[in-house]
């Protein structure tokens, strides 16, 4: 700890005059990114300010929308590693490339004719994270919807509305503009946007390289999982088939078919409005020869993939085990992969992996496959609320080998 603190110390001497004094938490550079990852996720994240490497340190700021007690106990809670807090100078990020200094510039000239409102109240509780796909502006479900905004928006007519929303998305790099509302825990996850700017919530954008389309006021789009996209995107599926039981717009099916170089996709999808997008992709990336889609509940369609794949996919949150064994009977007999997306406790993470391929095996062992299971991987894709982590397990199934067997 005493090295922390004489680091910061020396930091902190040569800072030049452009700086702020903030909260940070520092912890070795090589965890930074996952603390960076987890402050923007809760939108704790301090992005007016640059994280400051010191040594073999990283500071990271962190805004004072929660107390300083609470995250440190959410970031301790939910790492090994240690972590310690600390107020130092830190550089400002420029205006100019900085989108949140931009939307409070925006916000603050807006605010600045109604000096009765509680205008300091307001410019605090402005949105810290969004996302931007293609020229839609996404906020969160939170963004300007308190008692206060609500005030500030009785006063504006309605052609003053648009012209605020025009401008926030302007400051946010976008031309449209929408309000995420909780993805719906039905089947479809259907997405429940409100566009406020824009006539229409169609998006089209590219994501590592690969063209993705649909309507942001119906279907869901996590770009949270942009690092597993990445990643799945990465492994070699030369010569492959491939079974993904909840396809979507494609997240993971056109990573697969196209970085990943799968020979052919099975893609099972419920929602048409899903499938409009994924069959819309299928003919942007030109890969239509190498995609099948299967529309309807995966329940039935699964089944009419049997003894086909070399790998299946299941990216449903919060569990997919519902395709768990279909998943187990569309491998080859030969075997193959399986890679399982779950939302799990902390806590619970070695458990889980455990049972998932004691649970795997029994249904290896019901259609007489004598696999050797083995998980080869568990990557933490990112925190689904504290203290629980979206996970993706690999699993590998291969035949045992006879001329083993004595
Ligand atoms: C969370 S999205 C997953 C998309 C993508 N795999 C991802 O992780 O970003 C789940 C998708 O599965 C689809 N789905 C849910 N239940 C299904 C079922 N029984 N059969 C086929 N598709 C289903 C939903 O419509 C939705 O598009």
């Not at 309000?179 to 719906?184: D, P, T, V």
């Not at 998943?327 to 619970?348: E, F, Q, Y």
């Not at 290896?364 to 004598?370: P, T």
């Amino acid at each position: 700890m005493f090295k922390v603190v004489a680091l910061l110390a020396e930091f902190m001497a040569d800072s030049n005059g452009q700086s702020v004094k903030a909260n940070v938490l520092v912890c070795l550079r090589e965890y930074g990114q996952d603390i960076y990852r987890f402050l923007q996720q809760y939108g704790w994240l301090e992005t007016s300010l640059k994280p400051q490497l010191v040594g073999d340190l990283l500071a990271v700021p962190f805004n004072s929308s929660r107390a300083e007690s609470h995250v440190l106990n959410e970031v301790r809670s939910s790492f090994d590693f240690e972590i310690t807090i600390d107020c130092i100078e830190l550089e400002k990020s420029e205006d100019s490339v900085n989108p949140h200094a931009r939307l409070s510039r925006t916000v603050e000239e807006w605010l600045s004719s109604y000096q009765d409102l509680k205008v300091r109240s307001l410019l605090s509780n402005l949105p810290k994270k969004w996302e931007l796909l293609g020229d839609l502006v996404l906020l969160p479900e939170t963004a300007f919807e308190s008692d206060a905004w609500g005030e500030f928006f009785e006063r504006l007519s309605q052609f003053e509305t648009l012209q605020f929303w025009q401008e926030v998305a302007q400051s946010l790099g976008g031309e449209r503009l929408g309000r995420q509302h909780q993805i719906a825990k039905d089947k479809l996850r259907t997405s429940r946007t409100e566009l406020l700017l824009g006539q229409s919530g169609w998006v089209e954008f590219l994501d590592h390289g690969i063209h993705f389309g649909f309507d942001t006021t119906k279907v869901m789009f996590s770009s949270g999982n942009v690092t597993e996209r990445r990643r799945i995107g990465h492994i070699d599926m030369q010569g492959e088939v491939v079974v993904d039981a909840y396809a979507g717009v494609g997240y993971y099916t056109l990573q697969m078919a196209i970085r990943s170089k799968a020979k052919h996709v099975h893609a099972c999808e419920i929602n048409p409005d899903s499938i409009a997008g994924l069959m819309w992709a299928c003919k942007a990336n030109n890969i239509q020869q190498n995609i099948t889609i299967h529309e309807g509940d995966n329940q039935l369609s699964l089944p009419q993939l049997y003894n086909q794949a070399d790998r299946c996919h299941m990216g449903l949150l919060p569990s997919s085990e519902a395709v768990w064994n279909h998943a187990v009977r569309c491998l080859k007999p030969s075997g193959g992969w399986l890679h399982i997306h779950m939302n799990v406790h902390k806590d619970d993470i070695e458990q889980w992996q455990e049972s998932t391929l004691q649970t795997l095996e029994k249904y290896a062992l019901e259609i007489s496959r004598e696999w050797t299971l083995t998980a080869t991987h568990l990557e933490r894709v990112k925190w689904f609320s504290p203290h629980v982590w979206h996970v993706v397990l690999d699993v590998k199934c291969r035949e045992v080998d006879a001329t083993l067997v004595v």
